[in-house]
């Protein structure tokens, strides 16, 4: 028996340095990345331990004697890669502890609870004498696994019982309900701390630059999956779902995401932690056919092979795929000869003009959304490829189509916000950084600075990606210790509750979490759902006090 890693794995990587044959790939360097979607596990090596599947945060890693019908070809996956990447065991230097440090020498403010402040919050209270203190806007942590990771994806969004380790040390003060820029400022956080990280990810959704794009029916995709998800700052969106066909233009693992939210039964969308309001919309909704466009062809598909190959599992929905160009090439890697496969697979399944439909459209640009007062379609150009391999776009008079829909869902990418009192690289959408410290405008290390996430590299990786990125930031951290850059006095952490205090903030703290969570998660038993989100930050408050009974 071995084991086999599959669809859910977030690349976090705990299950690396358990292998006790070291058999597990590929892994890099502590704040070094790879560049490959998963993980795997190398079948020939494998001693059937089990030591990986009891590690891994999200229940990615299974028996191959135990594998779900819908998981079994990730066997063969896994086989797949090692065939092209033989196994050499030489197992990589994992990053080195530092040694404890006196009490009250280091306090770091960690602005941000998703994943990369998570990561970055652990890495630091780890060692015996940091101080953390972590800041989020909203009553609830998590950032992304809460309100970005798909409401059917349950397995995945219980990484965070990995992160409420970290929340529970005597040396983690979090601070939710709480604002920077609002109810304390940077300068608030550098007086209090030797270090501040900015892990506030990249939230704002880019755009797509065309003409029509103020038209109502045209919106961010990122907005949608707020909404579905219960953000406080979207539950009262609205969405025209009356509409057969929406078309969502980008196609990496959201645009899957948002494709199946669209056409998930009431009886399927009932077993995940969807908002309410979302799954009452959805369930009514008239939508039948989503249409993802794509500029490129399928080899150059953003979306990660794992989750093309789900939409595969989802009755009742038929996989379109329009593209003749699905054959591999002797040098594609395996995840990109596994999408090409897995698209020739579909394209060749029998249709039926009962079922819903994800109709991948590639090599289909758009140049205008279509409309008067709202959206009633969007204008796609053709693209060819050239003799060098570069996209070559087709004539404006000849090779354009309308798709006809009333909503227009843009996943085209994410930019940061700009911070106050921090550089911010406008072409980019980042702070501009080295390895995690902050630059200023002439190139210079911003002292006691610094960034980790989205903010730090762009929107790019999954959630275990920002384990390596908070190594890496963390990592330059302890050298500007070591070095004596953060020696300079600040105020402790009775002065930062009396600031709190004295500006009036309705901060949460970790037992109020633990009560929001224990009401949602008794809302949802009563009605056999994992959980019933609160929508509203004042219903969060009140409970978080003890104040709403459930």
Same mark, same amino acid.
């Given at each position: 028996?071995?084991?086999?890693?599959?669809?859910?794995?977030?690349?976090?990587?705990?299950?690396?340095?358990?292998?006790?044959?070291?058999?597990?790939? @590929?892994?890099?360097?502590? $704040?070094?990345?790879?560049?490959?979607?998963?993980?795997?596990?190398?079948?020939?090596?494998?001693?059937?331990?089990?030591?990986?599947?009891?590690?891994?945060?999200?229940?990615?890693?299974?028996?191959?004697?135990?594998? @779900?019908?819908?998981?079994?070809?990730?066997?063969?996956?896994?086989?797949?890669?090692?065939?092209?990447?033989?196994?050499?065991?030489?197992?990589?230097?994992?990053?080195?502890?530092?040694?404890?440090?006196?009490?009250?020498?280091?306090?770091?403010?960690?602005?941000?609870?998703?994943?990369?402040?998570?990561?970055?919050?652990?890495?630091?209270?780890?060692?015996?004498?940091?101080?953390?203190?972590?800041?989020?806007?909203?009553?609830?942590?998590?950032?992304?696994?809460?309100?970005?990771?798909?409401?059917?994806?349950?397995?995945?969004?219980?990484?965070?019982?990995?992160?409420?380790?970290?929340?529970?040390?005597?040396?983690?003060?979090?601070?939710?309900?709480?604002?920077?820029?609002?109810?304390?400022?940077?300068?608030?956080?550098?007086?209090?701390?030797?270090?501040?990280?900015?892990?506030?990810?990249?939230?704002?959704?880019?755009?797509?630059?065309?003409?029509?794009?103020?038209?109502?029916?045209?919106?961010?995709?990122?907005?949608?999956?707020?909404?579905?998800? $219960?953000?406080?700052?979207?539950?009262?969106?609205?969405?025209?779902?009356?509409?057969?066909?929406?078309?969502?233009?980008?196609?990496?693992?959201?645009?899957?995401?948002?494709?199946?939210?669209?056409?998930?039964?009431?009886?399927?969308?009932?077993?995940?932690?969807?908002?309410?309001?979302?799954?009452?919309?959805?369930?009514?909704?008239?939508?039948?056919?989503?249409?993802?466009?794509?500029?490129?062809?399928?080899?150059?598909?953003?979306?990660?092979?794992?989750?093309?190959?789900?939409?595969?599992?989802?009755?009742?929905?038929?996989?379109?795929?329009?593209?003749?160009?699905?054959?591999?090439?002797?040098?594609?890697?395996?995840?990109?000869?596994?999408?090409?496969?897995?698209?020739?697979?579909?394209?060749?399944?029998?249709?039926?003009?009962?079922?819903?439909?994800?109709?991948?459209?590639?090599?289909?640009?758009?140049?205008?959304?279509?409309?008067?007062?709202?959206?009633?379609?969007?204008?796609?150009?053709?693209?060819?490829?050239?003799?060098?391999?570069?996209?070559?776009?087709?004539?404006?008079?000849?090779?354009?189509?309308?798709?006809?829909?009333?909503?227009?869902?843009?996943?085209? $990418?994410?930019?940061?916000?700009?911070?106050?009192?921090?550089?911010?690289?406008?072409?980019?959408?980042?702070?501009?950084?080295?390895?995690?410290?902050?630059?200023?405008?002439?190139? !210079?290390?911003?002292?006691?600075?610094?960034?980790?996430?989205?903010?730090?590299?762009?929107?790019?990786?999954?959630? $275990?990606?920002?384990?390596?990125?908070?190594?890496?930031?963390? +990592?330059?951290?302890?050298?500007?210790?070591?070095?004596?850059?953060?020696?300079? +006095?600040?105020?402790?952490?009775?002065?930062?509750?009396?600031?709190?205090?004295?500006?009036? !903030?309705?901060?949460?703290?970790?037992?109020?979490?633990?009560?929001?969570?224990?009401?949602?998660?008794?809302?949802?038993?009563?009605?056999?759902?994992?959980?019933?989100?609160?929508?509203?930050?004042?219903?969060?408050?009140?409970?978080?006090?003890?104040?709403?009974?459930?």
């Amino acid at each position: 028996m071995t084991y086999v890693i599959t669809q859910n794995c977030c690349k976090d990587a705990s299950c690396v340095p358990v292998c006790p044959v070291d058999c597990i790939r @590929p892994v890099a360097s502590a $704040g070094e990345f790879t560049g490959t979607e998963m993980l795997y596990i190398d079948p020939n090596s494998c001693i059937d331990c089990g030591a990986c599947q009891e590690e891994c945060p999200v229940g990615a890693i299974y028996a191959d004697t135990d594998l @779900p019908p819908e998981l079994e070809r990730f066997q063969a996956i896994n086989e797949a890669y090692f065939e092209q990447n033989p196994l050499e065991t030489e197992m990589l230097p994992m990053a080195a502890n530092h040694p404890p440090v006196e009490a009250g020498s280091l306090r770091v403010a960690v602005v941000g609870a998703g994943p990369a402040a998570c990561y970055t919050a652990d890495e630091l209270v780890r060692i015996t004498g940091v101080e953390v203190d972590l800041f989020e806007r909203l009553p609830t942590p998590y950032g992304l696994v809460r309100a970005g990771v798909a409401p059917d994806h349950l397995h995945t969004k219980s990484i965070v019982d990995l992160f409420a380790k970290t929340f529970t040390s005597r040396r983690m003060a979090p601070h939710f309900n709480v604002e920077i820029g609002e109810h304390l400022s940077h300068e608030d956080l550098l007086a209090h701390h030797h270090a501040v990280v900015y892990a506030v990810g990249a939230s704002n959704s880019r755009e797509l630059g065309i003409p029509g794009e103020t038209l109502a029916g045209n919106c961010a995709a990122s907005d949608f999956v707020g909404w579905y998800n $219960g953000h406080p700052d979207r539950a009262v969106d609205n969405f025209d779902l009356s509409g057969e066909r929406v078309v969502i233009v980008g196609n990496g693992n959201v645009a899957l995401d948002v494709a199946r939210m669209l056409l998930l039964s009431r009886e399927q969308l009932h077993k995940t932690d969807i908002a309410e309001h979302a799954l009452e919309a959805l369930a009514d909704s008239g939508v039948r056919e989503v249409v993802i466009l794509a500029r490129r062809g399928p080899r150059e598909a953003a979306f990660s092979a794992g989750e093309f190959l789900a939409l595969g599992n989802l009755p009742g929905i038929d996989i379109v795929i329009e593209s003749d160009d699905l054959t591999a090439d002797p040098d594609d890697d395996v995840e990109t000869a596994l999408k090409l496969e897995v698209a020739r697979e579909y394209a060749e399944r029998e249709q039926s003009p009962e079922h819903k439909r994800i109709v991948f459209r590639f090599m289909a640009s758009p140049v205008e959304i279509v409309g008067d007062d709202e959206v009633t379609g969007i204008r796609v150009l053709r693209n060819t490829f050239g003799p060098t391999g570069g996209l070559v776009p087709g004539d404006p008079e000849t090779d354009t189509d309308v798709i006809e829909t009333s909503l227009v869902l843009r996943s085209i $990418g994410y930019r940061g916000t700009e911070i106050a009192g921090l550089p911010y690289d406008v072409a980019a959408g980042v702070v501009p950084n080295d390895r995690g410290r902050v630059l200023d405008a002439d190139g !210079v290390p911003v002292p006691g600075v610094y960034v980790s996430g989205w903010i730090k590299r762009g929107p790019r990786g999954v959630i $275990g990606t920002n384990r390596t990125c908070a190594e890496q930031t963390v +990592g330059q951290i302890w050298e500007d210790f070591d070095a004596g850059r953060l020696t300079r +006095g600040v105020q402790d952490r009775d002065s930062l509750e009396k600031l709190l205090h004295e500006r009036g !903030v309705d901060k949460v703290e970790w037992q109020g979490w633990k009560a929001i969570d224990a009401a949602e998660r008794s809302r949802g038993s009563s009605t056999s759902r994992p959980r019933v989100k609160f929508v509203s930050i004042d219903e969060m408050l009140s409970t978080a006090k003890g104040a709403v009974s459930v």
